[in-house]
């Protein structure tokens, strides 16, 4: 979510109805799990404080995913995790007509972990044009070790069509410090997963329309729109569970393995850098994303109770 | 040719006879300005010393593009441009059999010029796959301005398959200088470039093997694959004509304006920290690329010859 709330603006009728690649499919009511969208209100009523891991609105291969991914992180990292302190408001939130909901889930790191903290949130949105749903898991480290990010976000807007971003972002100038592209893009051969799955003919490479978004992703980042057009979203489905399901899983493995556990020796001013560079890319990426988003879908009230409640940790 | 010598290696047999969408198309005899190059010992005799703007195995369109970038930058730079002083062996270079050829221009900033120096080159082998063309100018700036590069380069290994490269690249870390970002993309709109041509059926985006490569380039270059298919050759040099040279002019007209001419206030450690990335950038971009690439095509002798030439103004 902090990354890619820009995308709501795009998701905002007229741009909507002109996105050829993006558009909705307003006459198509499929399958249980995304019918849930059009239906929500019966089956997940108000008064049902939802949480991050119910992920309510997603299809079935998109919930399992992100539910493996968040046990995974929880099982590897186990006690490095403190326990969700987050109000019960920010928990979870909706706007006034219920039309818009979202849940947050924000643990941080123990003193002695590389963990700074790990994020999850979803967003299930009407929006005139049809349903949209935005999942975003990210980890972040701390200045103890000047390795990569985890993030993986799907933004949804009709069953047929969705944009994944799938990277380690790296937290160093790439160009200054080659060994650092070395050692955490060229030797875990992290491209691979980009390159797999640019040849499936229903993918296509994705660029945010935020250039400043754009640079905060690695050169491996798979940043992809998946449209599976007349394949309909039983192809979708297969595409996350055969294609994006390994690769979101092994890119996460690869992540424990190599940078929560990949300590770098670094001198105390470049751990000063680090923080202040890690601290610029959280604040405007909240500017860009949440700032500019969020009031859109759940009014000015909720947005900054959301927004302060991830400052607390992020700009930290 | 600075930027993307390592490409040679991607026109090596056996990768390129399994490259489909770059393979090339031996049946094909087309044109004179393609076919120039599988007559060329006629056409271009060895004892003829050929000049970098003589550009003589490229497709008319392109010829006509790169002549007019040359000749709109010596235009504008005028008196802030010195005169060539590379050895005549370095203006123009071949390999024993004078199955490749290659020639290049350097042309230095005055002292007062924001110019360091302007490279153009062209490299034409024949390979066994067929004929590979390689055409590059760029611009770099010293360190009075922190201002973007120039960059444009052809990649040609087939009548109907070429790779553009078209950019300014940054001399910044975006992510701590988001206002750099502001001013030399946003501002200039910098990105409609690459999502105009990426528009075309024809076109893909690219992506290069070297990921230090692609972190040299703005998020907002033109990195992509023409590929005609049975549009054959007259389609490419419509899509060059109508649709390339048109980007590449205007992107052109936006460095020389704002980046050559847009000055801005720098603290003499930024300037030191700049030349000091330039150097680094200058010399990881020559080891990857002709390092590695150079001495296949011309025998290291030619290579190190060529390579030191270049090391005396990209070093210093």
Redesign the interface.
């Known amino acids: 979510m902090v990354v890619l709330l820009n995308l709501i603006q795009q998701f905002q009728p007229p741009l909507f109805s002109t996105t050829k690649s993006l558009s909705s499919n307003k006459s198509r009511v499929v399958r249980t799990s995304i019918s849930c969208s059009s239906s929500s209100s019966s089956m997940y009523p108000q008064n049902k404080r939802l949480r991050f891991i119910d992920l309510p609105y997603l299809p079935t291969p998109q919930r399992n995913l992100m539910v493996d991914l968040v046990s995974k992180m929880e099982t590897s990292l186990g006690s490095q995790l403190l326990p969700s302190s987050l109000p019960l408001d920010v928990q979870y939130f909706e706007n006034e007509s219920g039309s818009s909901q979202g849940a947050l889930d924000i643990r941080s790191g123990t003193q002695d972990s590389t963990v700074d903290f790990i994020l999850g949130s979803w967003i299930h949105s009407k929006l005139p044009s049809g349903a949209l749903n935005i999942t975003t898991l990210t980890a972040y480290l701390n200045n103890t070790t000047d390795a990569p990010r985890f993030l993986i976000e799907f933004i949804q807007s009709s069953p047929t069509s969705l944009i994944l971003i799938l990277d380690l972002p790296p937290r160093k ?4 410090y ?1 060994d650092y ?1 070395t050692t955490f ?2 030797d875990t051969q992290l ?1 691979r997963f ?1 390159q797999q799955l640019v040849k499936l003919p229903e993918i296509q ?1 994705y ?1 945010s329309s935020s ?2 978004t ?3 992703f690695s ?2 980042a798979v940043s992809i729109v998946i449209d599976c057009g007349t394949g309909g979203p039983d192809r979708m489905d297969e595409i996350i569970l055969d294609d994006v399901s390994p690769a979101a899983k092994e890119m996460l493995d690869i992540w424990l393995d190599k940078c929560v556990c990949g300590g770098r020796d670094m001198e105390e001013q470049e751990r000063v850098d680090l923080k202040k ?1 890690d601290v ?2 959280n604040k ?1 990426t909240l500017e860009i994303d949440l700032v500019a988003g969020l009031p859109r879908l759940f009014g000015p009230d909720v947005a900054n109770r959301v927004i302060e409640a991830i400052q607390k940790y992020s700009l930290a």
Do not use: A, G
């Not at 100038?173 to 200054?176: C, Q, V």
């Open positions: 100038d790439l160009i200054l080659p592209l893009y060229n491209d980009r490479p660029f250039l400043y754009r640079s905060v050169t491996t560079r610029l890319v405007k």
